[in-house]
């Protein structure tokens, strides 16, 4: 037992003063005739013996009632907690109240952030109106870096809202040691009110400043069952306007519970485009197709989204993608233009074909290309070269079609500057396509089972491919010997196709073959620059905008949110006509964006928050206090408020457990029962 004003210890010199009044008080005798002296001896024995242990009594009584009166004053209390705080010092208490997504959950008063936010109000109620407070959530506010009073404390807690940002405990502990480190006292408190996610919240992340005391606060949902819609894409990259899609989709099931007939929703462009319905076992993923048909050109905004209460923040998922009226394509010819490309690209509305000479290319109208198509050329010039580079860098794809007589060493020089594999020789021995990759995207669609006895390109002579390039890479098609027929690599952030035969009869029969028009037609159509179906809110900070936005002086964009609640001006940057889009945590609310300049809508982008608040597994006392024990974490603690409010809790906990109205009770309760004992024997 401590005590609080411990002077007033002294007051106990004062229990002398009711020994001294019965040391004389109590030995005056009366006298008393009495006319029989036969019984004086009897009662004059009796009496004494009564008057003795009465008057002792009485001391002890009137001793105990000025010792707790004195102890009273000193304001007696016992230490509860392991790192009390000085009751006479300044406090500076930082209360981190998570007002993540995942305290949407319903606990035992309401939602989890509720809760969370009359935790820290009956926390600040603990300490005294001179005391300083800070209050943090994920946001980090600027406004919040500073300690307020407790009035000031309370006004900014009724602000706090759910925010799409985490954060992990390390990161709300490091800023409490910053803000303290910043303060003029010396008792330093802090608190984490927090459901203490597994994904977010890692306990091997808890180890705090020794500077200050750190108590975990745990909000409890009552059910932590959950739903979130993980990610989609579609079948084929390729997007035609009248053509059917189909759509996949993945759902996650974060719990333990069996889902069934779960319904999911497709929205595009505000319409509602299907419905459909799937069963998703504990604590698994499971797949749903959706198939529809894209009517018209232009940007088209999706939403996918499902019903689950009360963790609603994942239920939606938006997608955005882009369907362009036509391709532009650029064949560069070495001697006169391909009849077979001809007939297939410059007949198609869905292309922009041009053929042009090696020697009248227009370089500054190279990047206004998706795909640019080398035909037949002998050698590469330093100056196309270093054209193309930057065109496979900046996401352009490439098709290369060999010459009968190459100069291998200037394709070589070429190839390898943009990271691709490079012709080596030409073999003239007989050969026949032995296999086609069905898995990639080229050919993903082309054949809805592949026949037995299918009749495949010959080939009588073909260019053998280096195999040294690092790149991603990937073939379409082999040769019986393993060797590849067409090759597929991404270089930078475009991708070059290697051909290893001149499109002419005398090397293979492929231009005339059924396999020539899907080949060329998909590479083509998969040139499309596309930005990313979706982007994840803080972690796509800075994000491409596809060619079709041409770098102009001093434009500027804007992203708008397409239900016209919130707009930013994004920083751009500009590279070599490759144009970059920096957020800096401006997006803060999921949804489709329309990419303005001025009032003309150029590019769609959708935005989805960040799903890893989905798994809803947090960590039990139990576990906490176990980790806290095992490392030895002495300025930590656990705090729970199961019988007490967290008001007389931490009040305990900081200035122990205050013993003056016990004392003041003891002292009143003595005077009574001295006062009933005069009264009742005489």
């Given at each position: ?30 006298k ?46 016992i ?67 500073q ?56 306990l ?12 975990l ?21 390729v ?12 759902v ?30 504990p ?54 233009s ?76 070429f ?23 069905l ?36 073939f ?35 231009p005339?073959?059924a ?16 930005a ?20 102009e ?30 957020m ?10 329309s ?38 974490l ?48 005489k």
């Amino acid at each position: 037992m401590s005590f609080l004003n411990p002077f007033f210890l002294f007051g106990l010199f004062a229990v002398a003063i009711p020994v001294i009044i019965h040391l004389f008080n109590f030995r005056k005798y009366k006298k008393v005739y009495f006319t029989n002296v036969r019984f004086l001896r009897e009662v004059k024995q009796e009496t004494q013996k009564k008057s003795q242990l009465r008057h002792l009594i009485i001391l002890a009584l009137r001793i105990l009632a000025i010792a707790s009166l004195v102890f009273a004053f000193a304001q007696p209390y016992i230490p509860l907690s392991k790192q009390s705080a000085n009751p006479k010092a300044v406090n500076y208490v930082s209360i981190y109240v998570d007002n993540s997504f995942s305290m949407q959950a319903e606990g035992s008063k309401g939602n989890l952030l509720e809760e969370a936010k009359t935790k820290a109000g009956e926390i600040a109620a603990a300490y005294r109106g001179a005391d300083h407070f800070q209050l943090l959530t994920n946001d980090f506010e600027a406004r919040h870096r500073q300690f307020v009073n407790r009035e000031e404390f309370t006004a900014f807690l009724r602000e706090v809202e759910f925010s799409p940002v985490r954060r992990n405990m390390q990161d709300v502990i490091r800023r409490q040691a910053e803000s303290f480190s910043e303060s003029k006292g010396s008792s330093h408190i802090a608190y984490l009110i927090s459901d203490f996610q597994k994904s977010t919240s890692v306990l091997s992340q808890l180890h705090p400043d020794t500077a200050f005391t750190c108590n975990l606060i745990p909000v409890k949902a009552n059910k932590t069952r959950n739903l979130c819609i993980d990610s989609c894409w579609f079948e084929s990259p390729v997007h035609l306007s009248g053509q059917k899609v189909k759509l996949f989709v993945s759902v996650k099931n974060n719990s333990d519970e069996i889902m069934e007939k779960v319904p999911l929703k497709l929205m595009i462009n505000n319409m509602q485009k299907a419905v459909s319905s799937f069963d998703i076992a504990p604590n698994s993923s499971a797949g749903s197709i959706i198939t529809y048909i894209d009517k018209e050109p232009g940007i088209h905004y999706g939403m996918l989204e499902i019903m689950d209460s009360p963790i609603v923040f994942d239920d939606k998922f938006y997608f955005a993608y882009d369907i362009l009226p036509s391709v532009p394509v650029l064949c560069i010819n070495g001697g006169q233009s391909n009849i077979f490309l001809n007939s297939l690209l410059a007949e198609d509305s869905a292309f922009i074909f041009r053929n042009v000479s090696v020697n009248q290319i227009d370089y500054n109208s190279l990047s206004s290309n998706n795909l640019i198509i080398l035909n037949e050329l002998n050698e590469i010039s330093s100056g196309l070269s270093q054209e193309l580079q930057k065109f496979v860098n900046n996401g352009g794809h490439l098709l290369v079609i060999p010459a009968e007589n190459i100069k291998s060493e200037n394709y070589k020089t070429f190839l390898s500057s943009i990271g691709s594999n490079y012709y080596t020789v030409l073999n003239k021995t007989t050969q026949k396509i032995a296999e086609i990759n069905l898995h990639n995207p080229v050919y993903s669609d082309v054949f809805e089972s592949m026949p037995q006895n299918i009749d495949l390109p010959q080939v009588q002579s073909y260019y053998s491919l280096s195999r040294i390039s690092r790149t991603s890479q990937d073939f379409l098609m082999k040769l019986q010997n393993g060797e590849p027929f067409l090759n597929m690599q991404d270089c930078g952030k475009g991708r070059v196709y290697l051909l290893s035969v001149p499109l002419q009869s005398t090397f293979s029969n492929f231009p005339k073959h059924a396999l020539f028009v899907p080949t060329i037609y998909k590479i083509a159509m998969m040139s499309r620059s596309q930005a990313d179906l979706y982007y994840t809110i803080g972690k796509d900070e800075m994000i491409e905008v596809p060619s079709i936005v041409k770098s102009e002086k001093d434009m500027v964009l804007k992203l708008k949110n397409t239900n016209g609640k919130s707009e930013i001006i994004p920083e751009l940057n500009n590279y070599d006509g490759r144009i970059t889009m920096m957020m800096h945590n401006q997006i803060s609310d999921n949804g489709n964006y329309s990419l303005l300049r001025g009032n003309t809508e150029i590019n769609g982008f959708a935005f989805n928050y960040d799903k890893t608040e989905s798994d809803m597994k947090c960590y039990t006392t139990d576990e906490i206090n176990s980790y806290i024990d095992k490392n030895q974490l002495k300025n930590t603690q656990l705090v729970e408020g199961k019988t007490k409010s967290l008001t007389t809790i931490v009040t305990e906990m900081n200035q122990g457990k205050k013993l003056w109205k016990t004392f003041v009770l003891l002292t009143l309760l003595f005077l009574a029962i001295e006062v009933l004992f005069l009264r009742l024997w005489k």
